[in-house]
T-cell receptor
Framework: ETGVTQTPRHLVMGMTNKKSLKCEQHLGHNAMYWYKQSAKKPLELMFVYSLEERVENNSVPSRFSPECPNSSHLFLHLHTLQPEDSALYLCASSQDTAVGGYGYTFGSGTRLTVV | EDKVVQSPLSLVVHEGDTVTLNCSYE??????LLWYKQEKKAPTFLFML????IEKKSGRLSSILDKKELFSILNITATQTGDSAVYLCAISNSNSGYALNFGKGTSLLVTP
């Protein structure tokens, strides 16, 4: 484990379901991120939280809803997804957002399949 | 718009070979270039480069940045099967320092 734990590891959901992805970091970091990794595409930044405040919403559809209740936990709530949303969703953390990605620590990701 | 292009996209080598992975970029207000190794799922940090011509080295891996020609290379000498992974290049700019812009990655397979 890297210090960033994501659950579940795998998720299969129908297009009408509602599910949530969870991320937890034990590194004392102040910034947390959601990235999406689709096949044959670069990692795409979705959301950034710094000290529980959202500082970036990178034009992500509203069917993805993030939540950061404290600096150690980050959720991604999913509803009415499309098959093209199937991907690996990676959570990452860093000491703070000002350091430009130094010491990003990634979780192992959730492999999401939308059927 | 920032852009990161990695080449080759995939590579198969034999154990003991030396490989060079390439990363070229276009960015406004360059801040840093980072290399990650992704085995299975979690990318793990390898190097961060900010200055031209200064080689970063860790065991059999090394990397260097050329800010004039806008590229970086990652070298792996005496490759081992455990080096098989996807190698990701990412850049950050000073405008939004926290956001990393990734390339598609190079998939490396080292055969026995």
């Amino acid at each position: 484990e890297t210090g960033v734990t994501q659950t579940p590891r795998h998720l299969v959901m129908g297009m009408t379901n509602k599910k949530s992805l969870k991320c937890e970091q034990h590194l004392g970091h102040n910034a947390m991120y959601w990235y999406k990794q689709s096949a044959k595409k670069p990692l795409e930044l979705m959301f950034v939280y710094s000290l529980e405040e959202r500082v970036e919403n990178n034009s992500v559809p509203s069917r993805f809803s993030p939540e950061c209740p404290n600096s150690s936990h980050l959720f991604l709530h999913l509803h009415t997804l499309q098959p093209e949303d199937s991907a690996l969703y990676l959570c990452a953390s860093s000491q703070d957002t000002a350091v430009g990605g130094y010491g990003y620590t990634f979780g192992s990701g959730t492999r999401l399949t939308v059927v | 718009e920032d852009k990161v292009v990695q080449s080759p996209l995939s590579l198969v080598v034999h154990e003991g070979d030396t490989v060079t992975l390439n990363c070229s970029y276009e960015v406004t207000n360059f801040r840093s270039l980072l290399w990650y190794k992704q085995e299975k799922k979690a990318p793990t940090f390898l190097f961060m480069l900010t200055s031209s011509g200064i080689e970063k080295k860790s065991g059999r891996l090394s990397s260097i940045l050329d800010k004039k020609e806008l590229f970086s290379i990652l070298n792996i000498t005496a490759t081992q099967t455990g080096d098989s992974a996807v190698y990701l290049c990412a850049i950050s700019n000073s405008n939004s320092g926290y956001a990393l812009n990734f390339g598609k990655g190079t998939s490396l397979l080292v055969t026995p």
